[in-house]
């Protein structure tokens, strides 16, 4: 026997101490902790709703919210007017990506185009959306096409900003490094500066996704036959606060499942950030 083995018989039979509170506590999933914060809200909202005898007519209770929800979904109602609104937030947002990812290659690939673009697209962005959209009304009618290029509009800039300041990030050193070794401007592009703009990029995205769903709710209360906006401003003049609410939490479905997936994409693709592995490591 060796002089190390009394000590590593003595290390084995020490127990483990469980881990510290705080630690525990980061240990637990989010989705655990925003589900729980969530029904305690929605406990605390029936409860003062029943005891204080609030009326439907001003804030219904989570029950009958629920009970309007599962009825529109029911007879069809709701989900054809879903279905506008998403083809609106859907076709709206992928207009304002291409739009925006060629605009922010444009402006930083060419200090003309800069001088030039630049200046007119922050003055277009000064102009309030919101008073853009009855103009759209006007010019493209109250069917799709004037829906898309308001919820275009509203997401534009936010990717704009994020994925020209991506595309600039890159190390100028390495710039220099690369056209040493003979690269082109499309190698630089392709090879280094296109892989530094990607977490820009999804922050922009994960913004300009958010935008799309309020930017096609704004254009369907200017003018709209159907959708979700549609059906909101319908339930207001009808007093029908629990179908008001009830597509609200659509909307909000909606919204978290495209935060999720461009989130889901970010982690997929840009695996290698800083970001991700602080992310990684504390997982």
Request: charge should be negative.
């Amino acid at each position: 026997m060796t002089g190390n083995e009394p000590a590593v018989a003595v290390a084995e039979q020490v127990p483990q101490q469980p881990p510290p509170p705080e630690r525990a506590r980061r240990q637990v999933p989010g989705a655990v902790l925003s589900g729980g914060v969530l029904l305690l809200v929605l406990v605390a909202w029936q409860f003062i709703v029943r005891v204080f005898d609030v009326p439907e007519v001003l804030v219904p209770a989570p029950t009958e919210v629920v009970a309007s929800l599962v009825a529109g979904l029911s007879d069809g109602s709701l989900i054809e007017h879903t279905w506008v609104t998403l083809q609106e937030i859907l076709v709206g947002f992928g207009l304002a990506v291409v739009a925006a990812l060629l605009c922010a290659f444009l402006v930083t690939q060419s200090r003309l185009l800069d001088k030039a673009l630049f200046p007119l697209i922050v003055m277009t962005q000064t102009i309030p959306k919101v008073a853009m959209a009855p103009l759209l009304v006007v010019w493209f009618g109250t069917e799709l096409t004037s829906k898309v290029l308001t919820t275009a509009l509203i997401a534009f800039f936010p990717l704009l900003i994020n994925a020209i300041l991506g595309l600039r990030s890159a190390d100028p050193d390495q710039i220099d490094m690369l056209r040493s070794f003979g690269a082109t401007r499309m190698d630089v592009l392709r090879r280094l500066q296109i892989p530094s703009a990607l977490p820009h990029i999804f922050a922009g995205l994960d913004v300009a996704v958010v935008l799309s769903v309020t930017g096609a709710i704004v254009a369907e209360f200017v003018g709209a036959t159907a959708g979700l906006g549609y059906v909101i401003q319908a339930t207001n003049f009808t007093l029908d606060v629990s179908r008001t609410f009830a597509v609200l939490v659509i909307l909000s479905a909606i919204g978290l499942a495209l935060h999720a997936i461009v989130v889901l994409c970010n982690r997929k693709i840009v695996f290698w950030s800083a970001e991700h592995r602080t992310v990684t490591e504390q997982a």
